[in-house]
DNA sequence: GTACAGGACTCAC
DNA sequence: GTGAGTCCTGTA
């Protein structure tokens, strides 16, 4: 991989499976748009940052060579061989064949631990427009102003501190529905005990699951997408519907629950079962299976 | 108008 | 520790 800066553009050249639809559209972040140009713009780390792909050229807008060697290199996971990852996979089945294949170029983002946790309690029986629309509300209510970027105000996720200060009634009002309680209790909580969830990081898997389990508002699969997309913990297995159906389909019993699912992926996968769900994931999403 | 899509909590058992 | 009912919002 090469990387320039051109103005305010960083370009990376030669970057291996890296494709921006397929990374921010398999359903692990909610504040990267799609532009008329097919590029997407995402506030991340208190940003904005836009992303553009052409041919084997990556440009990264309005930030720095800087930006990229202390954030965004990691934020895109561009450390990892994801090559060799897919084809550990790929070998599998014939499931994972094709859904290796069809999410060519998703890259799990390190995102930050606070922002997944409170998003994915807001996830909770809820579809990705309508937590996109929550985040974006709360960001802009809460959140510090960041600046404008091709004519759009962006905000940065708030703070915990910040989020506390939010009441029940002003939290709901940003269209979380009845999650409003549990943001509310698990900002308060972080911000009242000094939490800092990304201390989470450094527990093994388990640990890791029990003490985001403790929050208000994070069931088993909320903790799992906390810990996969926000903790890097790769060893779990984010069971909602979709993997539920998908994995019914290929792979278990009609009747098993959703627990003995979750066993069955982080027997099977190991170490990769947070990627594999994500194929597994975003290719039972896209092609409606099991529905 | 009504049905439906989505996980956590609560309260049985 | 397992299962049914409830919570909220937007779309069809």
């Keep these: 991989m090469k990387v320039t800066q051109q103005g305010n553009t960083v370009i990376l050249e030669d970057v291996k499976h890296f494709n921006p639809k397929h990374i921010f559209e398999c359903g692990q972040c909610f504040r990267w748009i799609k532009q008329e140009d097919d590029s997407y713009t ?35 996971d561009l450390g990892r061989d994801y090559e060799s990852m897919v084809n550990t996979l790929k070998v599998m089945d014939e499931y994972l064949e094709k859904a290796t294949e069809f999410g060519e170029g998703i890259r799990i983002l390190k995102q930050d631990g606070w922002e997944m946790l409170i998003s994915f309690i807001i996830s909770a029986n809820n579809r990705i427009p309508m937590i996109q629309r929550a985040i974006n509300n709360l960001s802009k209510n809460f959140g510090t102003y960041i ?51 990304l201390e989470y990081r450094k527990l ?12 208000n508002g994070v069931g088993p699969k909320v903790a799992d997408c906390i810990a996969l997309f926000g903790m890097q913990k790769y060893d779990t297995f984010p069971v909602d519907v979709w993997v539920k159906r998908v994995m019914q389909e290929f792979y278990v019993d009609e009747d098993l629950s959703l627990t003995k699912i979750r066993k069955f992926g982080i027997e099977k996968f190991g170490d990769l079962a947070g990627f594999a769900q994500q194929y597994l994931f975003y290719y039972a999403r896209e092609f409606g299976i099991g529905r």
């Design 42 to 76: 995402g506030v991340a780390m208190g940003k904005v940052i836009n992303v553009k792909q052409e041919g084997n050229k990556i440009y990264l807008d309005n930030t720095t060579k800087e930006d990229f060697e202390n954030i965004w290199y990691d934020y895109f």
């Design 147 to 197: 600046g404008e970027y091709q004519g759009q105000e962006y905000y940065a996720f708030p703070t915990p501190e910040q989020l506390s200060k939010a009441t029940v009634e002003e939290i709901r009002a940003c269209s979380t529905g009845f999650r409003d309680k549990y943001i509310k209790s698990t900002s308060q909580t972080v911000n009242d005990e000094n939490i800092d969830v």
């Design 204 to 215: 093994p898997t388990d640990q890791c699951l029990k003490e985001l389990l403790k929050f």
